[in-house]
């Protein structure tokens, strides 16, 4: 049986690829306390513009 370079990628590539996506999504998270500090930033920034809004239909 011949194995052939074409034959070779469409079996390594799909696997790769897979191997990649896996590593990035795991050296992708951020610490628990990062994490929190972007919740807590959205939490404040959506708070600001809620008063905003707030301020803005009582007019």
Do not use: C, F
């Amino acid at each position: 049986m011949e194995v052939t370079m074409q034959g070779m990628m469409s079996v390594l590539g799909p696997i790769l690829l897979a191997a990649a996506i896996i590593w990035a999504m795991l050296h992708n998270r951020g610490t628990r306390a990062e994490v929190q500090r972007t919740e807590d930033a959205t939490r404040e920034m959506y708070d600001a513009q809620d008063a905003d809004d707030k301020v803005r239909d009582a007019k």
